[in-house]
C-alpha cells in the first residue's frame, strides 16, 4: 500500500512569506501528526489532527497552523516566514484510535527560508 | 513534560560486530510505549522497534533488541551481526499511552558502519 506522502520534498521561500505543506496519509488513517526538526530544537511536535479536528497542539507561535480535509489528508501553513524556520517538517499517519502506536512517517518537506 | 536523553551523539560498529545504543527518559506515567526510530538519508523515519511499558519481556525484532529497564527510565537498542544498512541516525521516543499523544524524541544517535 502506499505510504505517507508529503509535497513538496523541497521549497525555498523569502522571509515574511508563507508558505503551505501537504501530508496524504496512508489509506484508512484518520489521524496526521506534525513534526519540526532542526539540528538546534531536534525533532518538535507541532499539532495532531483527527477527523479533522486539531487534538493536540505543540508549543509553536501562531504563525502555525494546520487543518485536516474530510479525506484525511492534512496541511500545514507557516505564515510570516523567518529564517529560523528553516527545518525539515514530517508528517506521521496512524489509525488514530485508543491504544493506537502504528505511526509511519513521511520523508518530510525541506523548507528553506532565505 | 516528558525528556529522552541519548547520551551518544555518535558511534560506530564494525560491519557484523554488535553495538548498543543509550537512552534514558523522564516521566511519571506508568503506562507508555517506547520507541527506537531509524532515519537514513532518505529522511524518512522508520520504526525499529517498540516497547510497551506494561510489559516486563524485552522487544526484539530480528536483528534489534531492546534492554528495557523500567525502574531505571532506561531503554537501550542491541543491533548484532551490524550490516552496512543500518548506518543512519537513530532517535529514542517516548509515547504517553491514549489518543492524541505526541512522540518525545531524543537528539538522536548517528551510526556509523564500517566495512
Known amino acids: 500500500k502506499a505510504g505517507v506522502t508529503q509535497t513538496p520534498r523541497y521549497l525555498i521561500k523569502t522571509r515574511g512569506q508563507q508558505v503551505t505543506l501537504s501530508c496524504s496519509p496512508i489509506s484508512g488513517h484518520r489521524s496526521v501528526s506534525w513534526y519540526q526538526q532542526t539540528p538546534g530544537q531536534g525533532l518538535q511536535f507541532l499539532f495532531e489532527?483527527?477527523?479533522?479536528?486539531?487534538?493536540n497542539k505543540g508549543n509553536f507561535p501562531g504563525r502555525f497552523s494546520g487543518r485536516q480535509f474530510s479525506n484525511s489528508r492534512s496541511e500545514m501553513n507557516v505564515s510570516t516566514l523567518e529564517l529560523g524556520d528553516s527545518a525539515l517538517y514530517l508528517c506521521?499517519?496512524?489509525?488514530?484510535?485508543?491504544?493506537?502506536?502504528?505511526?509511519?512517517f513521511g520523508s518530510g518537506t525541506r523548507l528553506t527560508v532565505v | 513534560a516528558q525528556t529522552v536523553t541519548q547520551s551518544q551523539p555518535e558511534m560506530s560498529v564494525q560491519e557484523a560486530e554488535t553495538v548498543t545504543l543509550s537512552c534514558t527518559y523522564d516521566?511519571?506515567?506508568?503506562?507508555?510505549?517506547l520507541f527506537w526510530y531509524k532515519q537514513p538519508p532518505s529522511r524518512q523515519m522508520i520504526l525499529v522497534i517498540r516497547?510497551?511499558?506494561?510489559?516486563?519481556q524485552n522487544a526484539t525484532e530480528n536483528r534489534f533488541s531492546v534492554n528495557f529497564q523500567k525502574a531505571a527510565k532506561s531503554f537501550s537498542l542491541k543491533i548484532s551481526d551490524s550490516q552496512l544498512g543500518d548506518a543512519a541516525m537513530y532517535f529514542c521516543?517516548?509515547?504517553?499511552?491514549?489518543?492524541?499523544?505526541?512522540?518525545?524524541f531524543g537528539t538522536g544517535t548517528s551510526l556509523t558502519v564500517i566495512p
Open positions: 516521566t511519571s506515567e506508568s503506562d507508555y510505549y
Open positions: 521516543a517516548y509515547r504517553r499511552a491514549g489518543t492524541g499523544n505526541q512522540f518525545y
Open positions: 506521521a499517519s496512524s489509525l488514530g484510535g485508543q491504544g493506537d502506536y502504528g505511526y509511519t
Open positions: 489532527y483527527f477527523s479533522e479536528t486539531q487534538r
Open positions: 516497547q510497551e511499558a506494561y510489559k516486563q
